[in-house]
């Protein structure tokens, strides 16, 4: 069975900062691995994705997250907050393409002016 | 080219009824999703269509849920009876058939609040 720990329910940086979002998974084949963000009363959007290929994958606004198998490990970074990225991030891994996603249980990503 | 689209955003009821909800993917994706979202958890799997075929159920789908895409393009979930331990977020996500770009990816709807009482 799949797995994926998210360290940290709760973030606090403050604009400009380094954001630093930690994502573990366990798997038992190569991963498919995801970085989802959701605004408050809306679906996920989509940030980025790993399937196979260059283990550094750059996303939208600016986010990016290295894939470290040795590590099982997946986590997702931005050099500088914006207030915009106020929001809840989920880390999912699936088997295959297509197949069923197992998220973790979330970080909430707070950006202090 | 539309998003995911859900109807309706939010279902508030009072336990024992029963409630559908819809679900719109995007035009051509062949694989449709179901997932709950419990306040302040991560998004669990329900089950998944390809086409009309239902291929997948989680164990988390008791008898009191059933899920249906009759014409391979939108799809309804039902709850029976409902229970306060039902009041979650209900999403739908789609999927585009292999050979087109993105078939890793599932794009998301806006979800289905659903309030039992």
């Known amino acids: 069975a799949q797995s994926v720990t998210q360290l940290g329910s709760h973030v606090s940086v403050s604009e400009g900062a380094l954001v630093l979002l930690r994502c573990n998974y366990s798997?038992?084949?190569?991963?498919?691995l995801f970085w989802y963000v959701q605004y408050p009363n809306q679906g996920l959007q989509l940030l980025l994705k790993?399937?196979?290929?260059?283990?550094l994958v750059k996303g939208i606004n600016g986010f990016e997250a290295e894939f470290k198998k040795s590590e099982t490990s997946f986590h997702l970074t931005k050099p500088s907050a914006h207030m915009s990225d106020a929001a809840e991030y989920f880390c999912?891994?699936?088997?295959?393409?297509?197949?069923?996603?197992?998220f973790g249980e979330g970080t909430q990503l707070t950006v202090n002016p | 080219d539309t998003g995911v689209s859900q109807d309706p955003r939010h279902k508030i009821t009072k336990r024992g009824q029963n409630v559908t909800f819809r679900c719109d993917p995007i035009?051509?994706?062949?694989?449709l999703y179901w997932y709950r979202q419990t306040l302040g958890q991560g998004p669990e799997f329900l089950t998944y269509?390809?086409?009309?075929?239902?291929?997948?159920k989680s164990r988390l789908l008791s008898d009191r849920f059933s899920a249906e895409r009759p014409k391979g393009s939108f799809s309804t979930l039902e709850i029976q009876r409902t229970e306060q331990g039902d009041s979650a977020m209900y999403l739908c996500?789609?999927?585009?058939?292999?050979?087109?770009?993105?078939?890793?990816?599932?794009?998301f709807g806006p979800g289905t609040r659903l309030t039992v009482l």
């Open positions: 996500a789609s999927r585009p058939p292999p050979g087109t770009g993105g078939t890793d990816t599932q794009y």
């Open positions: 798997s038992s084949v190569p991963p498919y």
């Open positions: 790993y399937t196979t290929g260059a283990t």
């Open positions: 999912a891994v699936s088997k295959t393409s297509g197949s069923r996603l197992t």
């Open positions: 035009s051509e994706h062949n694989r």
């Open positions: 269509f390809q086409n009309e075929a239902q291929l997948e």
